[in-house]
């Protein structure tokens, strides 16, 4: 079998099993499993469960489900509720302050979860309704939420990040300064647009109509303040050299748990085992991603596939911000059909010889890479964002969501422009804290 016959193959049953509705880990399992088994014969079911588990044996993985337990341990509980209500009584008098609270809370929830899925949870259901009673556009309410969302992948800890840094043998510490300041960026453009959305469709950018004094904006900062250290803490011991991520990440993980439990007096047994629950929940669909990914990867290698298209991509005599504008839309339409881990386990480990070779910079690189997977979250067909908030607002038509968030996907890609037009917007703050890149 060819490259191009395998590719076309396993590409082609890939994109039927998806259609199907089938969970994303099984699809690429299967679709990864049958081109094997046309290409080797039934020899090679001997070796399909160690390259699965050997995609994910990696000690440095410990640090998602840590970082997943900590995002469910606020979002699951009454803390999430009091950041989403904190935020909203400081900015509530801003003009469009709603919307902007809601960003804000997106951009602070992608601090605490790492993920996407659960910040555009977490946030969505208590922040669409407001915004919808207020008489917010439906399309600015949903749309706002389905894209603020995205920053969970890139505002460290992102589990992303981590995943990239595996797959690359890159300092994820490192990577995850690299997303600060990208992400910061992001978050005011999003805010930016959002406030001319609503301003286009005629809403008027007023102030809250309740009004609250010092005392109850004080008020709303005992239970949030002791989180935001926590975050603060791991982000210092990890960029500080004290502790490794999945160190960080434990820790962080205990003393969320820790200060959830003693703030909100869950006391009962039944609602700290629903917070490991959901945790363990999402932590595992992670990893079967990551491991069908591994496999779906080695059955690429296997057919000679990824050494054709790395070699065809290599051997392109154009400039290389052309190669860079090339690997942005493979990355982007990688994007629209796989998970963010999925496409960076199989996709980061090709380009990266690539990208070096031409001169880029992989921490650089990584940020660029992530983006181009936020904007796989809020487009079709997949789009998981968007189903997301489907899920949570049935009463918003799912065209309304989906046109509410493809402006930011134009956002993103301005931001994509500026990065390669200041990547020191990427590269300053990882230099300036750990010192130049070896």
Same mark, same amino acid.
């Given at each position: ?16 099993? +998806?259609?199907? /509705?089938? %969970?994303?880990?099984? &699809?690429? #399992?299967?679709? @990864?499993? $049958?081109?094997? *088994? ?93 915004? +919808?009673?207020? /008489?917010? %556009?439906?399309?600015? &309410?949903? #749309?706002?939420? @389905?894209? $603020?969302?995205? *920053? ?287």
């Amino acid at each position: 079998m060819s490259p191009t016959t395998g590719g076309l193959f396993i590409i082609a049953a890939l994109f039927i099993l +998806l259609a199907t /509705g089938m %969970p994303i880990a099984f &699809a690429l #399992g299967l679709a @990864a499993i $049958g081109a094997l *088994l046309v290409s080797q014969g039934p020899g090679v079911f001997h070796i399909l469960a160690e390259t699965m588990f050997a995609g994910i044996a990696n000690l440095a993985y410990v640090s998602i489900p840590m970082f997943v337990l900590m995002g469910t341990a606020v979002a699951n509980t009454l803390a999430g509720k009091d950041l989403y209500e904190a935020l909203d009584r400081w900015m509530g008098r801003v003009p469009g302050g709603l919307v902007l609270s809601n960003i804000s809370a997106c951009a602070i929830f992608a601090g605490m979860t790492g993920s996407s899925p659960a910040t555009c949870a977490a946030i969505g259901r208590m922040g669409i309704p407001e915004m +919808l009673k207020r /008489g917010y %556009p439906p399309s600015v &309410a949903t #749309g706002s939420i @389905a894209a $603020g969302g995205t *920053l969970g992948i890139l505002i460290p800890p992102s589990v992303t990040m981590i995943v990239y840094g595996i797959a690359t043998e890159t300092s994820i510490g490192r990577l995850f300064l690299a997303g600060v300041l990208p992400g910061i960026m992001l978050t005011v453009m999003f805010m930016m647009w959002a406030l001319f959305d609503a301003r286009r469709q005629g809403y008027n950018l007023t102030g809250a109509a309740v009004t609250f004094s010092l005392r109850d904006k004080l008020a709303a900062l005992p239970r949030v303040l002791p989180l935001l250290f926590i975050i603060a803490g791991v982000m210092y011991v990890l960029y500080g050299g004290v502790a490794t991520p999945s160190e960080a990440a434990g820790a962080g993980a205990l003393l969320t748990v820790v200060v959830v439990v003693l703030v909100y007096r869950l006391f009962r047994v039944s609602a700290v085992s629903q917070i490991f629950s959901l945790a363990m929940r999402e932590s595992v669909m992670i990893m079967m991603i990551m491991a069908a990914a591994e496999l779906f990867a080695f059955a690429l290698s296997s057919l000679f596939i990824t050494q054709t298209v790395a070699s065809a991509i290599a051997g392109l005599e154009v400039n290389r911000w052309v190669l860079m504008a090339i690997i942005n839309v493979f990355l982007l339409v990688c994007g629209m059909f796989l998970p963010p881990v999925a496409v960076i386990v199989m996709a980061a480990p090709l380009l990266m010889p690539i990208i070096t070779q031409a001169g880029f910079d992989p921490y650089w690189f990584a940020v660029v890479l992530t983006i181009n997977m936020e904007i796989g979250l809020i487009t079709p067909p997949v789009g998981l964002n968007l189903f997301v908030i489907n899920a949570i607002t049935p009463q918003v038509p799912t065209r309304v969501i989906l046109w509410g968030a493809l402006p930011y996907v134009l956002v993103m890609l301005l931001g994509i422009v500026i990065l390669c037009i200041f990547p020191e917007i990427a590269t300053w703050l990882p230099e300036y804290i750990m010192g130049p890149a070896r």
